[in-house]
Structure formats: C-alpha cells, structure tokens
C-alpha cells in the first residue's frame, strides 16, 4: 500500500479576523472535496489569524499513480490558494510491497 501524505501552510496576508480565515480555509476545502472527491482537514492553526496548516492523504496500491494524483492535487491547491502557500509531501510504503501482508483470505 502507497501513502502519499501532504502539509500545507497557508499564510493569509489579508485576513483579519478568525471568521475571514475560515471563509477562505472552507472555501478551499469545500472546492478540493467537490473536484478530487477527498477530505482535507484543518490540522493546526485554528486559532491565528493568518495562519492555517491543513493535511490530507491519498492511498492506492500504485506509486506512480498516487503520486500522479497528489501532484494534481497539490497543482489545484496551490491555483485555488489565497495567500503564501509551502507544501510538505512524503510517499510512504506501508505494509508488505509485494502485497501480501499476512491478511487471511
């Protein structure tokens, strides 16, 4: 199994308030689960202003393809993002790479 994990930091220059940032963190999330149909989550910042880290995860049995779709989506976030965007990505083998993992069957 492939993991493809990223962290973005979004610094919202013209945020002043905690009700603007979410407005512009729900409206990035709202529009990355309706295209690529998959959760990002608000993982740290919730309390700053203009601040916020959000994360989320692909899972698939291809690497190439995993890692094919999160540079998609990493592509759409970074067209969508308002303000200063850093992204952190890592690709991880879990498990058995042959496949078998020891799950009965």
Known sequence: MIVALARLSLYIPHSHSLK??????????????????LHVAEVGGQDTWQRAVLGFALVGGDAQKVSQ?????????????????????????????????GAGG
């Open 20 to 37: 603007e940032k979410r407005a512009v963190v729900r409206r990035l999330v709202d529009r990355m689960q309706a295209r690529f149909k």
């Open 69 to 101: 779709l999160a540079d998609e989506v990493l592509r759409a976030i970074e067209s969508m993002a308002e303000g200063e965007l850093s992204v952190e990505r890592e690709m991880v083998h879990f498990g058995d790479p042959s496949g078998e993992d």
